[in-house]
């Protein structure tokens, strides 16, 4: 992976990547709270063969400190700007606990409304998966996202053998879930 960075206006962004030219489809993967991108290393040596896959550090976070006036909005403004830097048009967006805030943020492209100030119903418009592991009793998180596939109709898929790191805990059946979602997506034409 090439290691890269992005001026924003807080600080400096640290990211990596494994592009992969003539390659239409990628994945960026959003680490949670006080983790980095190493949070992902096992997705990466499992995606990277297939599709290129960028990891970062959002801004006050690993390499990305230290950082001024952190914001979900700001992430994704950060995000697209990695992304136009690039060359990316289109992409997966995998994020792990907070790192679901700014991919939501990101796709839902509200830029005056955060999602740490409060919690809004949004309805994308394109395919969702939510994993949570069978075992995560971090917080809410578990009843939060059945409620959310309830409310939403979006798939739920339980991770097994896994707590709140259902990507550390459980790679194998992570990467397969994510695999299995994104050939469904690009099979149904939507992206």
């Not at 992430?75 to 990316?88: D, P, Q």
């Not at 606990?97 to 509200?110: L, N, R, V």
Request: glycine share 6%.
């Amino acid at each position: 992976m090439q290691h890269k960075t992005i001026m924003a206006q807080g600080g400096t962004v640290h990211y990596w990547i494994d592009k992969k030219e003539n390659m239409a489809d990628s994945i960026v993967f959003t680490h949670g709270l006080t983790a980095d991108h190493t949070m992902f290393e096992r997705q990466v040596s499992y995606f990277s063969n297939n599709y290129t896959v960028l990891v970062w550090d959002v801004p006050m976070h690993g390499l990305s400190r230290p950082y001024q006036s952190f914001s979900y909005r700001d992430t994704a403004e950060i995000l697209h700007s990695i992304l136009r830097k690039e060359g990316i048009e289109k992409t997966f967006l995998v994020g792990m606990s907070m790192g679901g805030y700014p991919s939501q943020h990101f796709a839902d492209s509200y830029p005056d409304m955060y999602f740490i100030m409060e919690n809004k119903d949004v309805d994308f418009p394109f395919p969702v998966l939510i994993l949570v592991g069978d075992n995560d009793s971090t917080g809410k998180v578990k009843a939060y996202c059945k409620e959310w596939a309830k409310q939403t109709g979006y798939p739920l898929h339980i991770i097994s053998r896994a707590k709140h790191f259902s990507n550390g805990d459980n790679p194998e059946q992570v990467n397969s879930e994510i695999e299995n979602f994104i050939c469904r997506t690009i099979h149904m034409g939507i992206k």
